[in-house]
């Protein structure tokens, strides 16, 4: 079966400092992933996906970087953290298919103060 | 911009009450219509989906009601209970698209 992990579960960095979020996916090849951001009480705001290995697509502009080193393996970062960086980051995964149905990681909580 | 619009924004229930959760979309090319349910801490979870040329699909307590001439569809949770306190969001696929375009959510309270 297929399963996503993405670590850390929690992570508290201070304002200027790097960050690297990390996302791996078992069990299935050449999966579509995903990441996304949800603010406190918002909804979820789609940062970056990528349909292989190296192809980025995203969203919105940003301080956030993605990369695909491998075809399971999805990075989320930044050079330097702002404030409004703060969230929960989910990575999401999918393969081709009727809906396209995501499943979704248990998700980082990020604070940067 | 593809815009799903999730209401209510929040929702009490008393146990064994019914939950209804409605949504609305503007793009006609949506062509899938999941539901997730997400709990405190945790990533969504899939919890039903339906596609446009259904009307109603039902899944033990959950039911997806799907009105395509008015571009709305709605959750109902039957019999609630309070493991389903969450948050509820209902989402939109385009046609050929890999993204799904999520509405706000709900944030659900089942009371005993």
């Known amino acids: 079966s297929q399963t996503i992990h993405q670590w850390p579960a929690t992570l508290v960095q201070p304002v200027g400092s790097p960050l690297s979020l990390e996302c791996t996916v078992e069990?299935?090849?050449?999966?579509?992933l995903y990441w996304y951001r949800q603010a406190a009480g918002r909804g979820l705001q789609l940062l970056f996906y990528s349909v292989g290995i190296g192809q980025i697509s995203s969203e919105v502009p940003q301080n956030l970087s993605a990369s695909r080193p491998q075809d399971r393996q999805f990075i989320l970062s930044s050079k330097k953290l702002l404030l409004s960086d703060s969230g929960f980051y989910l990575c999401?995964?999918?393969?081709?298919?009727?809906?396209?149905?995501?499943?979704f990681g248990a998700g980082t909580r990020l604070s940067v103060l | 911009q593809q815009q799903v619009k999730q209401s209510p924004q929040s929702l009490i229930v008393q146990k064994g009450g019914i939950s209804i959760i409605n949504c609305a979309y503007e793009?006609?090319?949506?062509?899938?219509f999941p539901w997730y349910q997400q709990f405190p801490g945790k990533g969504p979870a899939l919890l039903i989906a339906?596609?446009?040329?259904?009307s109603e699909k039902k899944e033990g307590r959950f039911t997806i009601s799907f009105n395509k001439s008015a571009k709305q569809f709605s959750l109902h949770i039957m019999d609630s209970q309070p493991g389903d306190s969450a948050t509820y969001f209902c989402?939109?696929?385009?046609?050929?698209?890999?993204?799904?375009?999520f509405g706000k959510g709900t944030k659900l309270s089942v009371i005993p």
């Open positions: 999401a995964w999918s393969v081709l298919g009727p809906g396209n149905i995501q499943y």
């Open positions: 989402a939109a696929k385009g046609a050929g698209s890999y993204q799904l375009t």
């Open positions: 793009n006609t090319a949506f062509d899938y």
């Open positions: 069990g299935t090849s050449n999966p579509n």
């Open positions: 339906i596609r446009p040329d259904v």
